[in-house]
């Protein structure tokens, strides 16, 4: 939920890059103190700014039970996504949120079969709910993904959904 906290800006840290697709990029981000910068709830988003440049309202796509750090996969298509795009590991870069509500994955989602329908980067946010109830998985009921793109090489995280969502029960 958007608390007081999510009005300031924290300096964040990309410590690792994967490309996904030809033109998305997942970030990994820490504090500077090599910590995760703020808690959130599946399906939250940040605001990514890069001074001087701009900012992105960007889905936080990783768990809130990963404890190590944030990621943001993030489709190059203008001005500070291509700024990210062309950044190396060791980029400072801020952070603010956690923003929005998230799903009620401890609430009305807790005991359900759920579906989840994404295409593209849409993933994003429900990226997060997926891994989320995987994590806690005695507490959903039958788990569906329907996942498209407009082609093949523009399926974000098809690895990760293969070789691990696929294999889950
Ligand atoms: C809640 C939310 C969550 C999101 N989560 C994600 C996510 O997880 N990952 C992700 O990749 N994206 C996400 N997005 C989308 C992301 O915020 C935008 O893609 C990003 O802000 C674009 O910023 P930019 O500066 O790179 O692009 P901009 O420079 O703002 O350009 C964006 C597009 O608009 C076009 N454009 C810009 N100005 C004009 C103009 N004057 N006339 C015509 N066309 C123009 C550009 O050519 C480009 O195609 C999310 C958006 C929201 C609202």
Partial sequence: ME????????VGKIIDIKQETPDVKTF??????????????????AMLIVPGVGE????????????THME???????????????????????VRGPIGN???????LKGKDILVIAGGIG?????SVVNYMMD????????QVIYGSRSMADLVRLEEMQNVWMKQP
């Fill in 136 to 143: 806690k998985r005695e507490n959903y009921g039958r788990i």
């Fill in 72 to 94: 943001f996969s993030i489709k190059k298509c203008g001005c500070v996504t291509e700024w990210l795009h062309n950044a190396e590991v060791g980029q400072e870069i801020c």
């Fill in 28 to 45: 990994s981000v820490v504090g500077l103190d090599g910590k995760k910068l703020f808690e959130h709830i599946p399906g939250q988003c």
């Fill in 123 to 127: 993933i994003a946010p429900v990226h």
């Fill in 56 to 67: 992105s309202m960007i889905s936080i796509t990783s768990s809130p039970t990963l404890e």
């Fill in 102 to 108: 998230g799903f009620p994955v401890e609430g009305a």
């Fill in 3 to 10: 608390n007081k906290e999510s009005f300031i800006p924290y």
